[in-house]
């Protein structure tokens, strides 16, 4: 399938772009809302992301938008992914943070006064901030003190200049990551999303299932078990149909190996569960009677970043009879704090896969990162 994106100032036009270049036959893979053109006096653009079966070929493809503006294959765009998060990784400074920062005692004003012979005077300030700063980004105090006592080792190094790189640096090895193998082998890989109602499994679905086939070239193949959720069965086949994905609904426990070995010939079947509260027990085994049928190779237990840390860890409390291998965290373009984030892997010692910032399928999501979460987590801000 070859991907390419539109953008008109209305969604008719973007439309009609799509069809001249693409034909009759492309498909709309997702649509959003971006912001328009000041200098043209137009306050909102539409862009299109549309779809044509065809060979793939690989090479570098331009489409000319309304305001003149060229923009890259999509295919191009994926595959400089990492190449973006990893410029990411450049050191940042919190001083633009501070002018927000609620002014107030900390709770570690105790452990900074007792401290002060063993950190360089001039950074005691700038510590005292930091503590703060991490404080209200909800960050649990335990894990402030560790980060305060990591410091301390780095105390003859530490001045105004580095004190920012050595905490974010310090926060990274905190954040364990694992990375999804989406390769070619012998034997089907099964990967399975569960979690709370809610917090976008579906979503996340899919745009695993797009770079899994477009990226990777691998043949995908989708099953749901989501039958009491209305219209999840529709959300995802419609999905599957425009970007060509084979998919099955399983309605009973015995309905999945019959599905896998219709499936035995996919490089990787991804298995979309329905929602369920961590509270309802009965609901988490119905579930896990489904997974049981089949040998699935990974579990990812995804979570919403909007959540507080109370709530995340009861989640991941409860959903571990599942064994997930890690966690996929979405909506960070929602959430107003990232300390739950780092509060959750430190207590359950669990890696982080992707983080999702988004709806658009499949732009939204990322490979975890150690560097650029623990940046997040820092400044409040999701790097770009």
């Known amino acids: 399938m070859q991907i390419k994106k539109f953008k008109a100032s209305t969604l008719k036009e973007a439309t009609q772009m799509m069809k001249d270049e693409l034909g009759s036959d492309a498909v ?27 060979v793939f070929v690989h090479q570098e493809s331009e489409v000319k938008s309304s305001d003149g503006n060229s923009q890259k294959n999509f295919y191009e765009e994926l595959q400089k992914l990492e190449e973006k998060i990893n410029a990411s990784k450049s050191k940042r400074s919190h001083a633009q943070f501070n002018s927000n920062h609620k002014a107030g005692k900390s709770p570690f004003t105790k452990d900074i006064s007792e401290d002060k012979k063993s950190i360089n005077k001039s950074v005691q300030k700038e510590l005292k901030e930091i503590i703060d ?15 305060l006592d990591n410091l301390k080792k780095y105390k003859g ?38 979690g709370p109602t ?34 999840a069965i529709d959300q995802l086949k419609i999905f599957a149909d425009i970007s060509n994905i084979d998919m099955e609904v399983a309605y009973e426990v015995k309905d999945m190996p019959a599905i896998i070995n219709k499936f035995k010939k996919k490089d990787i079947i991804f298995i979309d569960t329905a929602g369920r509260s961590q509270k309802n027990i009965e609901q988490l085994r119905e579930t896990e009677e489904f997974l049981k049928a089949v040998n699935v190779d990974e579990t990812y237990l995804v979570l919403s970043s909007t959540s507080t840390t109370k709530n995340l860890f ?13 966690v996929i965290f979405t909506k960070i373009d929602e959430a107003v704090s990232f300390g739950s984030i780092l509060n959750l892997v ?14 658009v399928i499949p732009d939204d999501i990322i490979s975890a990162d150690s560097d650029f979460i623990a940046n997040m987590i820092y400044t409040g801000k999701i790097s770009k």
């Open 28 to 54: 709309i893979l997702g649509t959003r809302i971006i912001e328009g053109d000041s200098e043209l006096s137009i306050k909102k653009m539409f862009e299109i992301t549309a779809g044509i079966e065809e």
């Open 198 to 231: 809610g917090v976008g499994k579906t979503t996340c679905i899919a745009k695993l299932a797009v770079i899994s086939k477009i990226l990777h070239n691998l043949n995908v193949g989708l099953i749901s078990i989501d039958t009491y959720r209305l219209g």
């Open 157 to 194: 190094l530490l001045n105004s200049e580095n004190i920012d790189s050595y905490v974010i640096s310090n926060i990274a090895t905190m954040i364990p990551t694992y990375n999804l193998e989406l390769t070619k082998n012998n034997k089907s890989k099964i990967i399975a999303l569960v």
């Open 314 to 326: 009861d989640v991941a409390e409860n959903f571990k009879l599942y064994k997930y291998n890690s």
């Open 346 to 359: 430190s207590n359950f010692d669990v890696p982080i896969s992707f983080i999702s910032n988004g709806q």
């Open 133 to 147: 700063l991490l404080y209200n980004r909800e960050v649990q105090k335990p894990i402030i003190s560790t980060i």
